[in-house]
């Protein structure tokens, strides 16, 4: 059974990982990190970021370990083919099982979703990630893709980012991800243009934050949120890259188109942009 709290005046304010210590009294800091980053603590019903400031009335929710979530978790099909599958991942929840966690995933779900294929998942969003996650439904597609150039794969993403982008970017810099938790964007430069990523502004908005349409091909872990950071451009609501962000209710990143040859899939992203004081 879920623990719940409200805020009151008194933790209204706060950062959600200090006020999740109304719940968890003997905890330590990076414990409960990590339940927030693991999408077991809900804001107002819906997972947000650590650096979320709750306000006073605000529900606070911490799920069991063993919450049966996966029974009512809906993840639709966005595009279905005789060989590929396009899922819409929400933010919150994790593409593939993690060793050790009795997390829900998009994985698990994928033998009641295709009841007559052998589903295989063939790319992983973060966490706090939300959009399109590609499936290939007999082993023989599993095989295409993976010997498809990645040049053919094109990876679009929205995402709104703290700062003002007047002009397109392209950031090559190398991506050092031994660190587990953490990716390093290094000084040099990568020659391959297929580990870039792309940038363009789309929309100027309130409070200093920008709009952008970003582009990837192969994709590194955290290649988006790390490149971006590394630019000064963090992506609102990043609890790992990102510095004041604390107003943001999620992590504003959804990948949202998906083309290689003979197959496209797209899904517009759906989410309430804060105005940050």
Not at 27 to 39: H, T
Not at 117 to 141: C, E, I, Y
Not at 142 to 158: F, G, L, P, R, S
Not at 171 to 184: S, V
Request: charged share 25%; aromatic share 6%; net charge positive.
């Amino acid at each position: 059974m879920a623990q719940s709290v409200q805020v009151d005046k008194a933790m209204s304010g706060q950062r959600l990982d200090k006020a999740l210590e109304q719940l968890m009294p003997d905890s330590g800091l990076r414990l409960r990190r990590r339940l927030i980053e693991l999408g077991r603590v809900l804001v107002q019903g819906r997972p947000a970021a650590p650096s979320l400031k709750v306000l006073e009335g605000w529900r606070i929710d911490l799920l069991p370990d063993d919450a049966p979530q996966k029974a009512s978790v809906k993840i639709p099909i966005v595009k279905r083919t005789m060989s590929f599958a396009a899922l819409l991942k929400p933010a919150g929840m994790h593409s593939a099982a993690i060793a050790g966690m009795n997390e829900p995933c998009v994985e698990a779900l994928l033998p009641g979703l295709f009841p007559d294929s052998q589903p295989v998942l063939l790319n992983r969003l973060d966490n706090l990630t939300s959009g399109l996650l590609l499936v290939a439904l007999k082993p023989q597609a599993q095989k295409d893709y993976a010997i498809m150039d990645a040049m053919k794969v094109t990876k679009e993403y929205v995402a709104i980012v703290v700062g003002q982008l007047d002009e397109a970017l392209e950031l090559r810099r190398c991506l050092d991800g031994d660190d587990r938790r953490r990716t390093r964007v290094l000084a040099k430069l990568d020659p391959e243009r297929r580990n870039w990523t792309f940038v363009w502004p789309v929309e100027e908005l309130p409070g200093g934050l920008t709009k952008v349409r970003v582009q990837i091909y192969a994709g590194a872990r955290h290649q988006i949120r790390a490149h971006l950071a590394a630019a000064m451009l963090p992506i609102l609501g990043d609890p790992l890259y990102g510095e004041g962000n604390a107003e943001a209710p999620r992590l504003f990143l959804h990948h949202r188109r998906l083309v290689f040859p003979r197959f496209e899939a797209e899904a517009p992203e759906n989410w309430t942009v804060p105005v940050l004081s």
